[in-house]
T-cell receptor
Framework: DVKVTQSSRYLVKRTGEKVFLECVQD?????MFWYRQDPGLGLRLIYF???????EKGDIPEGYSVSREKKERFSLILESASTNQTSMYLC???????????FGPGTRLTVL | RKEVEQDPGPFNVPEGATVAFNCTYS??????FFWYRQDCRKEPKLLMS???SGNEDGRFTAQLNRASQYISLLIRDSKLSDSATYLC????????????FGPGTSLSVIP
């Protein structure tokens, strides 16, 4: 079974803090994704990575950066957290050429 | 106009009912279509792909209408366990790698 894990289920941070969200997958997938999910807006792609050290902006990259130093790990960084970044963050991975994305359980981030 | 639109619901239906959801998409170049299911407080999981000729998986039928740019999901003989949010997913233009998730349609199957 594919397993995608995220470092925290719930996180509370203060405005201006630097926040790291970690995602690890154990199936040797090349592609990894970070989404945020907000009511009424669905999942929106923040960044994705085709392979190690490769990254591409998604639809809403502003205020975020990512790091992919190892194939199994994809990190999302909020350089200076703001209240409008309060959201559910979902990581996903996928094998190149395959359709299905496998999601982690999500991290609910609250920025006060 | 949003790239992928769905009726948010909620749809409240009795067990055994048949229910259908529609989803419209704006990019006529889109080639790949899917339905994901997301249980409450859980991650999304692929339910089924949608093929041009329509496809069926047990009680679930997915159909594509390219001319009108919508896809549909039909659930027959609804079970309590079908209660979830159903996400319509469409690839972005001709790119196979990027997909757009709809906001989801909430279904509650009532005993």
């Amino acid at each position: 079974d594919v397993k995608v894990t995220q470092s925290s289920r719930y996180l509370v941070k203060r405005t201006g803090e630097k926040v790291f969200l970690e995602c690890v997958q154990d199936m040797d997938h090349e592609n990894m994704f970070w989404y945020r999910q907000d009511p009424g807006l669905g999942l929106r792609l923040i960044y994705f990575s085709y392979d190690v050290k490769m990254k591409e902006k998604g639809d809403i990259p502003e205020g975020y950066s990512v790091s992919r130093e190892k194939k199994e790990r994809f990190s999302l960084i909020l350089e200076s957290a703001s209240t409008n970044q309060t959201s559910m963050y979902l990581c996903a991975s996928r094998l190149t050429g395959k359709i299905e994305q496998f999601f982690g359980p999500g991290t609910r981030l609250t920025v006060l | 106009r949003k790239e992928v639109e769905q009726d948010p619901g909620p749809f409240n239906v009795p067990e055994g009912a048949t229910v259908a959801f529609n989803c419209t998409y704006s990019n006529s170049a889109s080639q790949s279509f899917f339905w994901y299911r997301q249980d409450c407080r859980k991650e999304p999981k692929l339910l089924m792909s949608v093929y041009s000729s329509g496809n069926e998986d047990g009680r679930f039928t997915a159909q594509l209408n390219r001319a009108s740019q919508y896809i549909s999901l039909l659930i027959r003989d609804s079970k309590l366990s079908d209660s979830a949010t159903y996400l319509c997913v469409v690839n972005k233009g001709t790119s196979y790698d990027k997909v757009i998730f709809g906001p989801g349609t909430s279904l509650s199957v009532i005993p």
